[in-house]
């Protein structure tokens, strides 16, 4: 008997897991359930070209609507999954009925996390986690001319470039005393500091919101240092948090995040995870982690086909991630923290370099801004003694 597998969240991951599939010759039903009405999109596009206006919504799309059909992917959108029956082996939708499964994916991805702002349910302010998001946040960013960002991760940065690009007043307000804190070490924070007060942002870092005020509609942020900033839209970008709560309430082991081991494998044999919404121990890094990128999406629901195909997989991934702002390309190799030392490469003042991070010697994350071949060189690279030559030269 074929078996069937079931997947929650027709995102990235999960789309990856039945592109797999197929491709790794699976027979069975495929079902791929998701509570958004597009077909699987890619997201990076939403704060960038998307937001700007360069790119329809058809252009979004990871696969044309007719891939699923020819593929015998059966995908079933505008559909919420509310409850996993893991003794009966099937899922309860929004509207009461259920889907029996042999093998279960989770890809449930992460949401904008909201911030416990008095005024934050004013109009006008906003979080950008979908295409629906961002047709809203368009209309009033061109609408209106005074943008705050709460946030200056790079979600919160490629939305002030690209309303910078449309000719608003942007203020970014950060209680970090650096952007992008995070992802990336003090130089790299500094040199975006400075492109974004180039292009005219107004940052103000180390201070936190006290409140979003208005009169039913958003006009102004006040700030913790006493400022009142005027506002037509206030975007919330302060992070995100996993759609853990499905495998959670079903009593799957979570830990901010859908824990999972090396197959993409949940504490039940039966339930996989994929993407945003797990974390996983890294032997890579020595501790538990959870990503929030393409690469994993991808490699990860890969891996998980792989399992369910009945393949021996061990994922470990060296992750990589990117932003676009203005017209500069960030590229992020490994993972910098715990560096002891850095080697930078070509000029940040020509916005072409990159900064390599060691550890005792060992080469364990590149940073290459508009340095493409040394983001690539990186990816094959990391892990060995850094020496001469190891990376290319800016060209
Ligand atoms: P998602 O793509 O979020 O898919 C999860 C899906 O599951 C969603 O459609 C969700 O609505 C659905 N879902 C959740 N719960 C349920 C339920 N109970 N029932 C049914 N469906 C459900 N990454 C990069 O590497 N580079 C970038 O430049 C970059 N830029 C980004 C910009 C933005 C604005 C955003 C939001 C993300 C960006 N990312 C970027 C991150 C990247 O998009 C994510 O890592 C990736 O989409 C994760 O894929 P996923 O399948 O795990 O989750």
């Given at each position: 008997m074929q078996e069937t597998v079931v997947i929650i969240g027709a995102g990235q991951a999960g789309a990856q897991v039945a592109q797999s599939l197929r491709q790794g010759n699976f027979e069975g039903p495929i079902r791929l359930i998701g509570d958004e009405s597009n077909a699987p999109y890619q997201r990076p596009p939403l704060s960038k070209k998307y937001l700007l206006g360069e790119v329809a919504p058809e252009g979004l799309l990871l696969r044309p609507p007719a891939f699923y059909s020819t593929q015998n992917i059966d995908l079933i959108p505008d559909t919420r999954v509310e409850g996993i029956d893991r003794a009966a082996k099937r899922i309860v939708l929004a509207n009461g009925d259920s889907i029996s499964y042999d093998k279960l994916v989770i890809s449930?991805?992460?949401?904008?996390?909201?911030?416990?702002?008095?005024?934050?349910?004013?109009?006008?302010v906003v979080t950008l986690r979908t295409i629906a998001d961002v047709d809203g946040i368009r209309e009033r960013l061109l609408a209106g001319q005074n943008v705050v960002i709460v946030g200056a991760g790079y979600i919160g940065l490629e939305v002030a470039a690209v309303a910078r690009q449309l000719g608003k007043d942007v203020t970014v307000v950060e209680a970090q005393d650096r952007p992008m804190k995070r992802v990336v070490s003090p130089f790299i924070s500094d040199f975006y500091c400075a492109l974004h007060t180039e292009n005219g942002v107004s940052l103000r870092l180390g201070t936190g919101v006290e409140a979003i005020t208005g009169d039913g509609k958003v006009s102004a942020v006040k700030t913790a240092d006493g400022a009142s900033i005027a506002a037509d839209l206030v975007l919330v970008a302060v992070g995100a948090e996993p759609n853990d709560e499905l495998a959670e309430a079903a009593g799957?082991?979570?830990?901010n995040g859908i824990i999972v081991d090396g197959a993409g494998l949940t504490s039940d044999d039966h339930i996989y995870?994929?993407?945003?919404?797990?974390?996983?121990?890294?032997?890579r890094y020595g501790r538990s982690v959870r990503?929030?990128?393409?690469?994993?999406?991808?490699?990860?629901?890969?891996?998980?086909?792989?399992?369910?195909?009945?393949?021996?997989?061990?994922?470990?991934?060296l992750p990589w991630f990117w932003s676009d702002q203005y017209d500069v390309k960030l590229q992020i190799a490994g993972l910098s923290d715990g560096y002891d030392e850095t080697r930078t490469v070509g000029e940040p003042k020509d916005h072409k370099f990159y900064v390599a991070y060691l550890k005792a010697g060992q080469l364990i994350a590149v940073d290459s801004v508009n340095s493409p071949r040394s983001h690539m060189m990186a990816r094959r690279v990391i892990g060995e003694p850094w020496r001469e030559g190891l990376l290319p030269e800016v060209a």
């Open positions: 449930t991805g992460t949401r904008a996390r909201q911030a416990p702002l008095p005024g934050a349910d004013l109009d006008g799957l082991e979570t830990d995870a994929a993407g945003d919404c797990t974390r996983f121990f890294s032997n990503m929030e990128s393409v690469q994993n999406a991808i490699d990860q629901g890969k891996v998980v086909a792989q399992s369910i195909l009945g393949e021996d997989v061990d994922y470990d991934p």
